[in-house]
């Protein structure tokens, strides 16, 4: 079975400087789907980015980037310029991509993310 | 991405009653997913709806105590029976419309005393 483990429970970063929010996971598929989500205060999970796996190319969104390691099972987010809007749980996601329409997630057990003014 | 919105957005409820959530999406969707999130808590999924078919139930997880209806493509409903404190949760739909993302609504906070 596929788990995602997110080892830091707790980040805190300066405002404008950039962190680092690890994942690592486990499958023995060769074709998923990476997620990362924001869960501010109010509790509403946003996707931050995504990843296909089969592309060697890292996903970028504006000031959240990614760094895919297939062979490492690893899938970071980097987040520059942080701003105090970033503050919130973090949650790294897997999707097999081998049942099609399933869509079913594995969530890792997220990271609190403290940006200090 | 898609609009999905949830009532209600938070309730505070008697042990042994039980609690309807609504999860309405501003579009057609086939795939819809109801996650419990206990208090510090990752998500969890309960299970899938689709519609014309029940509801497919994860591992913990029973019809009895949490039933789901899914009348049509864009609206779907989650009852918690029977409550118990450990119930206390939010309790969040969500959605899968394009490029096997899932988009979310805003949660229901429930509180059982």
């Known amino acids: 079975a596929q788990t995602v483990t997110q080892s830091q429970p707790e980040m805190s970063v300066q405002e404008a400087e950039t962190v680092t929010l690890s994942c690592t996971y486990d499958t023995s598929e060769s074709d998923y789907y990476l997620f990362w989500y924001k869960q501010p205060p109010s509790r509403q999970m946003i996707l931050v980015i995504r990843q296909e796996a089969y592309k060697q190319q890292n996903a970028t969104e504006n000031r959240f980037s990614v760094n895919f390691q297939k062979a490492a099972k690893s899938f970071s987010l980097k987040i520059s310029d942080s701003q105090l809007g970033d503050a919130a749980m973090y949650f790294c996601?897997?999707?097999?991509?081998?049942?099609?329409?399933?869509?079913?997630?594995?969530f890792g057990t997220g990271t609190r993310l403290k940006v200090l003014a | 991405s898609a609009v999905i919105s949830q009532k209600p957005s938070r309730d505070i409820c008697q042990r042994g009653t039980s609690l309807t959530i609504q999860c309405q999406v501003d579009?057609?969707?086939?795939?819809m997913f109801w996650y419990r999130q206990q208090p510090g808590q990752s998500l969890t999924l309960i299970a899938t709806a689709n519609q014309g078919s029940e509801a497919t139930y994860e591992s913990g997880f029973v019809i009895d105590k949490f039933p789901i209806s899914r009348p049509n493509l864009t609206f779907s409903t989650l009852t918690v029976s029977n409550m118990s404190p450990e119930d206390s949760s939010i309790y969040l739909c969500?959605?899968?419309?394009?490029?096997?993302?899932?988009?979310f609504g805003p949660g229901t906070r429930l509180t059982v005393l």
């Open positions: 579009s057609q969707v086939t795939m």
């Open positions: 969500s959605v899968g419309v394009v490029a096997d993302t899932q988009y």
């Open positions: 996601a897997y999707r097999s991509a081998r049942k099609a329409g399933t869509y079913k997630y594995i």
